[in-house]
């Protein structure tokens, strides 16, 4: 059995954290002054070119640098007409559905993993 599956599935399912992250960031800043709307590419955009680098660090002092979230990279993205006189770019109606996208994403990402496990269970229970 190919396991790029789990790893597809993994990947899709730190997409969705990371993506979860941002959207209960923008929600929290719905009313911050001048503060932009942030959110990460879809992850079919991703999966090609895979996440954003991130360096590993091996010693305490090392210095991170790269991507901050789960290595995906926040852009900015505001629904049409969101942006407040203040300058705040956050819609709430907008970020609960973007929201919901991520609930139903990390949903697909548990069971094509927790499935591809039980078909590997069964497989060594067998032999």
Do not use: C
């Amino acid at each position: 059995m190919d396991l790029n599956i789990l790893n597809l599935a993994s990947a899709l399912a730190r997409h969705a954290s990371a993506r979860q992250q941002v959207i209960s960031e923008n929600v929290a800043n719905a009313d911050t002054p001048g503060y932009r709307a942030r959110d990460i590419r879809a992850f079919g955009e991703l999966v090609d070119t895979g996440p954003a680098f991130e360096a590993k660090r091996t010693r305490p002092g090392h210095v991170a640098f790269g991507s901050t979230i789960n290595g995906f990279e926040p852009e900015l993205s505001a629904g049409f007409g969101a942006e407040t006189p203040n300058g705040n770019s956050v819609s709430l109606e907008d970020q609960m559905m973007r929201g919901a996208e991520v609930q139903q994403a990390h949903g697909l990402a548990i069971g094509a993993y927790s499935k591809s496990l039980a078909i590997l269970r069964s497989v060594v229970a067998t032999r």
